[in-house]
């Protein structure tokens, strides 16, 4: 089916829709007065409650007392009274001049406000687009030490299990993740802006999750008219918190049991305190301390520290604020790579544990240099000198040491005005400089032998600048029976990286309790030498160089509420990339450079229409993009000295990544009880992703593919049962490839297990993979959410369960359903004013160990050779290049809380 016609025309009418919207009558206010006062169940009275006349857009609010006055059209009209967290209140006037109310709390999460979902803040059961919220409460009891686990348990989420402090997540099916740990369809935003300039690394890459953080907010679906070019999925902000009226604060030491039995005490200590300087100026500061052997014995520990903070300055009559920001964080997290998977079997290999790496015990005694091409004669290699004329080693053990790390600062100033007459203002700027590098050890090969396998050392630092500047405009227009909230903006931001990595090839035995180096060439132990040292290595490079990504990009919208039930959204956004690249990996590449310009649109018209105060439907129609970004260029590299072209050309980056996007929704509450009930459509054409292939990042094209889905979450929150919260939701998503071909070398005579083998010339074979499972997609999603916060105790409980999903392209290989259930219980201890809890949590609390992929063989035939009996490098062999489920870790947690 061409869906391009009927986008256009959907799209096309956007335009024509906000006209006739606009097109609204001017206010014309009636002479009936009505006053009254709001209370509370308790006699209190409720400030900045909405109180509106049914039908028309006439509408005031209760000032500090609970007080207002409305002049209404006639006196036989109906006033609606409603706040975020109470329940919607209709009271017909009957000629009445004075209506008092009180109003009772709204427990249902559709209550819940979200500034994520549109261009303003809004509660859930008005958004057009489906959204969740993680609040404060919720991330007191789950403790997250990354944005992905405190997302755990939403609809629609799969998080990944099985690489330590540092991971990332896939919405509803979309095929996400980069080699660098980047996030090439969700975009991860701190307070509302990327947290990183490039979606090809790690979103946290200069940021750990810290107590600061008030509430994260998920949207589902795209929101790239509202983000830019990352956010073809959905979209994570993090939000952190304005101090309050008062002193408060906090301080948390968490103790992680030893599982490595390494006899040593593993802590992470968080805090935060904020509260006023004056009546309008507030502060908010936090951060964490961290030394833990981890997950996996790596010989290394997770470590480090972090300090952020925050000034606001609340400007008199609400006209806005200014607020100044910083933070420092100086941590290096573990990268958790593969370990030995039996081949058949799918589990761990015999010998081996969940908690065992691939980790020599004198790494720190092998030092390498690094060995390039000679200029003068191609044939021959020479190393590599400094900027000093010496020859650069490294060495293994300080290279596996330095795991994920980052140390630097980032600072910054968001200001919100309101100057009147409707018009607001907001500019958001953060300039950021992080030294980081990512260094780990993985095999090349996806299958390999019992005895030895071969396996890649990188080695890379970057030194990253970063600017970002997000500003905003928007005027609100009234009508006689419409609001439009007309808004433009204009985003830039520019990061330049200068990666330098290097790389060791290298053998390994492949017995985790007697872990030796071998000979790449020999597979022979390597030994120490006379000097009671061992020999040099020879290692390589694999980048060096200079690359610029910047952006700008300009954005209109209109935010309609038309008559009492209907709220429209109507976006467009148009996004410009420059990636400037230059290399100097050899010194015959001498600076070899590249310029690539990128530029495209998205646009969205979504709507939500209020069937009773308590019940909606919405839906929403999106066309997106997806820009490539530097990592989807192979390292620049001549062919050799005096042949200037390049040897690896980026291949599918002719033509952006188109993404269409269509979802259509149901939420209700019913009393306690609330639901929400969505379908969602997405067609991704022209996709490209950057892999690794025998230990090259190369960037290669993947067809179209289509992603279709359900989802429905019910969330109970009992008024009889106060404190007490229990969440379901179950996701059914089918994602395929609709149009894409991949070449093989399998047998055409032999069992093709279902594929079908094209000739395409002579010795030219193809799969067509056409209707095939996406790998690593599953076909299912449930979580099980339980929760209860008394007085003086609290326990939850959460389920997720991960359906089946085939690790090929060929769909031979399913991988098994995994599960992962967390458990914590706490007791609560009141001192004064001030509470004092005790308490514990497991993750992963029956040890799970279930393989979670096998790396290279997603995308091409291996496991159909495989499975043909071939016994090619890679593809035969009694072991694989496997991850699995973190191993089980108890949190024993003090806290104190004022």
Known sequence: M?????F?????????????????????????????????KDGQPVIGVAVKEKGINNGVTTDVTGNYQIRTRSGNGTLVFSFVGLKTIEVALSGRNTVDVTMEDDVTSLSDVVVTASLSEIRKLETPASVEAVDIRRLESLKPEAYNEALQ?????????????????????????????????????????????????????????????????????????????????????????????????????????????????????????????????????????????????????????????????????NRGSVRFYGQYADFNFQNLTDVAVNAETLKLADGWKNTDTYNFPFANEINYRIRVRNSSNPATQVSLLDSNGKEITRNFGDALAGGSYAKGYHAGTRLRLTLGAGIHVENHLRIQKMGT????????????????????????????????????????????????????????????????????VHGSSTNPNDLKLLSFITGAPVAKDATGNYPIQNGGITRRGDYTESVKAFSFGDEMKIGDNLNVLAGFRYDMLDIDMSETKFPADKALTRVETFQDWSATLAANYQLSTSAAVYGNLNRTFRMPDYSAFTSLEWTSATNQALLRVPNGIEKN???????????????????????????????????????????????????MGGEISLNYRPQAIRGLNLASSLTYQNAIFTDFKISTTADPNKDLFGNVVVQEATNVYTINLKDKSLPGVPNMMLNLLADYNHQYFG?????????????DATNILKLPALTNIN?????????????????????????????????????????????????????????????????RRVLFYASYTF
């Open 2 to 6: 061409n869906l391009k016609p009927f």
């Open 8 to 40: 256009k025309t959907l799209l096309t009418r956007v335009v024509l829709s906000t006209f006739f919207c606009f097109l609204l009558s001017i206010q014309v206010y009636s002479q009936h007065r009505v006053q009254g006062r709001v209370t509370s």
């Open 153 to 317: 348990n939403l609809p629609g989420v799969m998080v990944n299990q099985n690489q330590g402090r540092r991971n990332n997540i896939r919405l509803r099916g979309f095929p996400d993740g980069t080699p660098l740990g980047g996030m090439a369809y969700t975009a991860v935003l701190l307070d509302g802006i990327p947290a990183l300039g490039t979606p090809a690394k790690l979103p946290e890459n200069g940021f750990g999750f810290d107590t600061n953080i008030d509430r994260v907010e998920l949207v589902k679906g795209s929101a790239a008219t509202l983000f830019g070019r990352g956010a073809a999925a959905g979209v994570v902000n993090m939000i952190t918190r304005t101090g309050g009226e008062k002193t408060s604060g906090s301080v948390r030491l968490t103790n992680y049991n030893d599982i490595l039995d390494k006899g040593g005490f593993n802590y992470r200590l968080d805090y935060n305190v904020n509260g006023p300087i004056t009546k309008q100026l507030r502060y908010n500061v936090g951060g964490w301390l961290l030394n833990d052997s981890g997950f996996r014995n790596t010989g290394y520990n997770d470590e480090g520290m972090q300090i952020r903070a925050n000034i606001d300055y609340l400007l008199s009559e």
């Open 437 to 504: 590098g990512v260094r780990y050890a993985f095999a090349l090969p996806a299958f390999y032998n019992a005895n030895v396998v071969s396996r890649l050392l990188l080695d890379g630092d970057s030194d990253d600048d970063e600017l970002i500047n997000d500003f905003k405009i928007n005027k609100t227009f009234d009508g006689t029976n419409s609001r439009h909230k007309v808004s433009g903006g204009f985003y830039f931001s520019s990061i330049n990286l200068l990666p330098e990595t290097y790389s060791l």
């Open 657 to 707: 990544e188109i993404i269409y996007n269509a979802e259509l929704g149901y939420r209700n509450a019913f009393g306690d009880l609330s639901l929400d009930a969505a379908v969602f459509f997405t067609q991704i054409n022209n996709r490209l992703a950057a892999i690794f292939e025998n230990g090259i990042l190369q960037s290669k094209p993947l067809g179209s593919n289509r992603i």
């Open 795 to 807: 326990i939850d409980l959460g389920y997720n369960l991960i359906g089946e999903s085939y690790q």
């Open 823 to 887: 458990a914590g219980v706490y007791g609560k201890i009141p001192v004064g004013k001030s509470i004092v809890r005790i308490g514990a949590q497991a993750k992963n609390l029956t040890n799970e160990q279930a393989l979670v992929n096998i790396a290279g063989v997603s995308d091409n035939d291996t496991i159909l050779r495989r499975k043909q009996g071939s016994t090619a490098s890679g593809v035969a062999g009694t072991l694989a290049h496997g991850y699995v489920q973190l191993p």
